[in-house]
């Protein structure tokens, strides 16, 4: 993911809305007056992959903090797939009382979009098919902690992930919304104050230029080959804290939004046999880092952008 500031997401943009009526304290009511801190809020989002996909659209109809709905906010329809490539947007500029917040709730309306439309949830493709998205259950909630500082700098990013998020489904126009619990991992949330992030360039010495290279990163020590298959929901790289492409001529990539700790990172390739702009997954890449590099122990501090050079050398299994 990168940061250009225009700093993929459905629940993010509804966090931001509802919040921004209410403040909360150490009760779990969050329309309870009380002293509190100025907080922006952003969004960010990890694309889907397809070039047909023009637009993934998304119906509130009532956003909870800490099981209570929040003041203010009006059903609201969302275009996530406009918030992409990492890009960040300010949602909200809102005041919170010092606190741990831990869970969001939002439920989807599944009649009609935010101007009376149906379907309420949607892919839109490049050819303006609407192919309709729906859930198993229209409730999502979201447990994610994260802390508002006595400060006046927080600002909250909410990631939510389409890679993660939207599955294939040949017999619905070839997309479907996952399963609920993978929809419930597919969103996290994060204070800039708490967060680092790695980026990096790479030299492709594999002899598949071609193909699309993802750079996923988990936390030190939790991934494992069973990532390459697919879940029982369908998705890949389930685990993935975050994702981003390694893209233009110097295959840069940018894993933001990164929660202090220890970290490492993978690279996978995908191809698109049919030259259709669907891509497949190809296979794992062999990656060497710079001299000093480990890519399968790197530190993240708060406040902090790790730099790495690396080698794509091969694409593993062929």
């Given at each position: 993911m990168k940061t250009n500031v225009i700093y993929k997401s459905m629940l993010a943009l509804l966090l931001?809305?509802?919040l921004a009526s209410c403040s909360e304290d150490d009760?779990?009511?969050?329309?309870?007056?009380?002293?509190?801190?100025?907080?922006?809020?952003?969004?960010?989002?990890?694309?889907?992959?397809?070039?047909?996909v023009q637009g993934v659209f998304v119906t509130i109809a009532d956003?909870?903090?800490?099981?209570?709905?929040?003041?203010?906010?009006?059903?609201?329809?969302?275009?996530?797939?406009?918030?992409?490539?990492g890009d960040t947007q300010l949602l909200g500029d809102i005041d919170l009382a010092a606190n741990t917040y831990s869970e969001l709730t939002?439920?989807?309306?599944t009649e009609s979009d935010a101007s009376?439309?149906?379907?309420?949830?949607?892919?839109?493709?490049t050819n303006s098919n609407k192919i309709e998205l729906t859930a198993e259950n229209n409730t999502i909630t979201v447990n994610n902690n994260f802390d508002i500082s006595a400060s006046a700098s927080n600002e909250v990013v909410i990631d939510f992930d389409l890679r993660k998020s939207i599955v294939a489904n040949a017999g619905?126009?070839?997309y479907q919304f996952a399963s609920q619990v993978q929809l419930q991992n597919s969103i996290r949330v994060v204070n800039t104050l708490e967060a680092g992030a790695i980026v990096g360039t790479a030299t492709n010495n594999t002899g598949n230029e071609d193909n699309k290279t993802i750079a996923y990163v988990y936390t030190k020590g939790s991934y494992t080959a069973s990532e390459e298959n697919e879940n029982a929901a369908g998705v890949r790289f389930s685990n993935a804290v975050t994702s981003s492409v390694a893209s233009g001529s110097d295959n840069s990539f940018g894993l933001y939004f990164l929660n202090e700790g220890d970290y490492e990172v993978h690279f996978a390739s995908y191809e698109d046999p049919e030259n259709d702009g669907v891509f497949e997954?190809?296979?794992?890449?062999e990656?060497?880092?710079?001299?000093?590099?480990?890519?399968m122990d790197i530190s993240v501090m708060a406040n902090t952008e790790v730099t790495i050079q690396l080698l794509l050398q091969v694409l593993l299994g062929l």
């Open positions: 931001i809305v509802g009760s779990t009511d969050p329309n309870t007056d009380e002293v509190t801190y100025n907080t922006k809020v952003y969004i960010t989002d990890g694309p889907i992959d397809n070039a047909e956003v909870q903090l800490d099981g209570v709905s929040v003041n203010g906010f009006t059903k609201t329809t969302i275009d996530l797939h406009a918030l992409q490539n939002l439920v989807l309306d009376g439309n149906s379907p309420a949830n949607y892919v839109l493709t619905n126009g070839g997954y190809a296979g794992m890449i990656a060497d880092g710079e001299v000093g590099i480990d890519l």
